[in-house]
């Protein structure tokens, strides 16, 4: 049997958040650990955070929306073709979500995997 891909303490965090933020944040988590079997959970900065070779994406709530973040957002934005990505931090980039119709499966995954891509160079 597979051993499970998500930890405890990004369970214990999506628990408590409100529920429509609950329904969008285990959404992402999804794409997310469906993107890549090397990616890996881990419980950061208190938020999830998802990493190979390095940092690649994380998911930040709060009361009215859900960031996916990206730690090197930056030199993701010419793979950007659809004008998500928001930020003027020197690297970080995020796609801010506030309703599920807003969740692009295949355009997320498309970006998670360039990000993973940016930590094999």
């Given at each position: 049997m597979e051993k499970t891909r998500t930890i405890e303490a990004v369970d214990q965090y999506i628990s408590e958040l409100p529920e429509d933020i609950q329904s969008i944040t285990l959404a992402l988590r999804k794409i997310i650990l469906d993107a890549s079997p090397n990616l890996i959970e881990e419980y950061k900065w208190s938020m999830p955070n998802y990493t190979y070779n390095g940092l690649v994406c994380y998911l930040q709530a709060s009361k009215k929306h859900v960031n996916l973040g990206f730690h090197r957002g930056v030199e993701l934005q010419e793979k950007d073709t659809n004008q998500l990505l928001q930020g003027s931090g020197?690297?970080?980039?995020?796609?801010?979500?506030?309703?599920?119709?807003?969740?692009?499966?295949?355009?997320?995954?498309?970006?998670?995997?360039?990000?993973?891509?940016?930590?094999?160079?």
């Open positions: 020197k690297g970080m980039r995020h796609i801010r979500i506030k309703k599920m119709e807003e969740i692009q499966p295949d355009v997320f995954n498309e970006l998670i995997k360039a990000a993973m891509d940016l930590n094999e160079k």
